[in-house]
C-alpha cells in the first residue's frame, strides 16, 4: 500500500471527495488532512478511486474510515459489497504486520458497516471527539430567549468598545490573525507548561502559521474563510474555517484576546462570522473531553452532536 504525506497538490482531490460524500464530521475535512499531518504522522494513500487515511495515535497506527473519491455509501453494511473489499485491504495490511486494526473517529453509520464486515469488532464510544453541529443560522441571528446571553455579552462588547469592527480574513490582514496568535499564544504559555500542553500550542502555533502562509491555495481549494475583530485599529481576535462540504463550513481556530474575551469578544466574532457563512450548517469541531470547553459549545445550543466511534479489530 503506497502511503506518502499529503501535499498541496492533492487538496483539490480530498476537497472533491469531501464534497461529494457530503461529509459533516470535522476530521475528514481536506484542509484538516494538510494541517495536521505532521503533528499526527498522518499518511494517505490514493487506489482505485478510494482515499484511505492513516494516523499515529498514542503511538499505534490508526485508521481513518476510507472514503471513494466520487461518493458512496452502501444502501446496507452487508458483505459482498465494494466498501468489505475494500476493508479487506486494512485488515490484509494488519495481519501482514500481526497487529491490532484501529479504526478512530468513525460515524455511526461506518461503525455500523465495521461491524457487519468484522464480526469480532470492538467498539469504544469517543465522546470527546464529537462533534458540534448548528445551524448557521442560529448562530447568525442568535433567536429567543435561549440566546439572551450571548446577545447580552454582544451588547456587553458593544457598549465597551463602540468602535469595533470585523473584517473578512484576506491577504492583507493575515499579519494581524498571526499577531494575535502570537499573543494569545503568549497569554497561555504559563498555564499550558503546568498542565502539560505548551507543546499543543506551539504546535498549533505552526498549524495556523502554516494555513496563513498558504492562504491563497487554501482559499481556492477548499474556501478557506474566517475574520478579525478590531478594536479601532488594535486586531483584537479572529477566526479561520473552511468548507467542509456542500452543507457545512468547519470552523477550525476561534482566538480572542484575554482582555476582550472577559467582555463578550468571543460571542462577538462567533457572530459576525456566522453572519458571512453560505452553508446551512456550522462545525464547531469536538470539545477533547475538557469541561469548560464542552459547556462552551453547548451554550450554543447545537443542533446535534456528532457520535464518533473508535473500532478495534483483532489481526486473525
Not at 29 to 37: E, K, V
Not at 212 to 238: R, S
Request: aromatic share 12%; net charge negative; charged share 25%.
Amino acid at each position: 500500500m503506497n502511503w506518502h504525506t499529503a501535499s498541496l497538490s492533492e487538496i483539490k482531490l480530498l476537497q472533491s471527495c469531501a464534497v461529494n460524500n457530503n461529509f459533516v464530521a470535522n476530521n475528514y475535512s481536506a484542509l484538516n488532512c494538510i494541517l495536521y499531518q505532521n503533528k499526527f504522522n498522518s499518511k494517505i494513500m490514493i487506489q482505485n478511486g478510494w482515499i484511505f487515511e492513516r494516523y499515529e495515535n498514542n503511538c499505534k497506527f490508526c485508521f481513518s474510515f476510507p472514503h471513494k473519491i466520487e461518493g458512496f455509501l452502501p444502501q446496507e453494511p452487508s458483505h459482498g459489497s465494494e466498501i468489505t473489499d475494500i476493508l479487506q485491504l486494512h485488515a490484509k495490511e494488519a495481519k501482514e504486520e500481526k497487529a491490532t486494526l484501529y479504526f478512530h473517529n468513525v460515524t455511526l453509520e461506518e461503525k455500523n458497516i465495521l461491524i457487519a464486515n468484522f464480526p469480532n469488532a470492538k467498539v469504544e464510544e469517543a465522546p470527546e471527539s464529537g462533534d458540534y453541529i448548528y445551524l448557521t443560522e442560529n448562530l447568525g441571528q442568535l433567536p429567543g430567549s435561549k440566546y439572551s446571553k450571548k446577545r447580552n455579552h454582544i451588547n456587553q462588547f458593544k457598549k465597551k468598545y463602540a468602535d469595533f469592527h470585523f473584517e473578512a480574513l484576506n491577504e492583507n490582514n493575515l499579519t494581524d490573525a498571526r499577531l494575535i496568535e502570537e499573543k494569545w499564544l503568549l497569554e497561555n504559555a504559563d498555564f499550558a507548561k503546568e498542565n502539560g500542553s505548551i507543546a499543543d500550542l506551539e504546535a498549533e502555533l505552526k498549524i495556523i502559521s502554516f494555513a496563513l502562509d498558504n492562504f491563497g491555495t487554501f482559499k481556492e481549494d477548499c474556501e478557506m474563510a474566517g475574520g478579525i475583530l478590531y478594536v479601532e485599529k488594535t486586531p483584537v481576535a479572529f477566526c479561520l474555517a473552511s468548507r467542509l462540504s456542500g452543507d457545512v463550513t468547519d470552523i477550525h481556530f476561534e482566538k480572542c484576546l484575554s482582555p476582550f474575551a472577559r467582555d463578550g469578544g468571543y460571542a462577538v466574532i462567533n457572530n459576525a462570522f456566522a453572519k458571512t457563512v453560505t452553508t446551512k450548517f456550522i462545525n464547531r469541531e469536538e470539545d477533547l473531553g475538557i469541561e469548560g470547553l464542552r459547556k462552551a459549545k453547548l451554550s450554543y445550543y447545537p443542533e446535534k452532536v456528532l457520535e464518533k466511534f473508535f473500532v478495534i479489530i483483532d489481526s486473525e
